[in-house]
Nanobody, 122 residues
Framework: QAQVVESGGGLVQPGGSLSLSCTGS????????VGWFRQAPGKEREFVAA????????WYGDSMRDRSVISRDNDQNTVDLQLHSLKPEDTAVYYC???????????????WGQGTRVTVSS
């Protein structure tokens, strides 16, 4: 069962920026590592970035390593993902999930939410 709600997606032109937000609905969210993933049409879901709960250590996947910044606000129970220099190939539905380890994309703990759709197009 999903424990999060993703928001912030939309239509953006190539080269633009967007900020996504993941809001946790359970108290455990604030003490969990959280990751962002994306799934483009016809492709498998892939890891984008993750952040630990307390020390806020970060880990980025290859797909957007130099074009994304992950952060979190434990008081607000949110994990944000800032996307920069967006390309048409970044078009996808972006999801977040709690993770057992930020270094293990397969370690998601919950079901997937609805995600938030990002479309990069002129």
């Amino acid at each position: 069962q999903a424990q999060v709600v993703e928001s912030g997606g939309g239509l953006v032109q190539p080269g633009g920026s967007l900020s996504l937000s993941c809001t946790g609905s359970e108290p455990a969210f604030g003490s969990s590592s959280v990751g962002w993933f994306r799934q483009a049409p016809g492709k498998e879901r892939e890891f984008v970035a993750a952040i630990t709960a307390i020390k806020k250590n970060k880990w980025y996947g290859d797909s957007m390593r130099d074009r994304s910044v992950i952060s979190r606000d434990n008081d607000q129970n949110t994990v944000d993902l800032q996307l920069h220099s967006l390309k048409p190939e970044d078009t996808a539905v972006y999801y977040c999930n709690r993770m057992a380890s930020i270094y293990a994309p397969e370690s998601c703990l919950d079901g997937w939410g609805q995600g938030t759709r990002v479309t990069v197009s002129s």
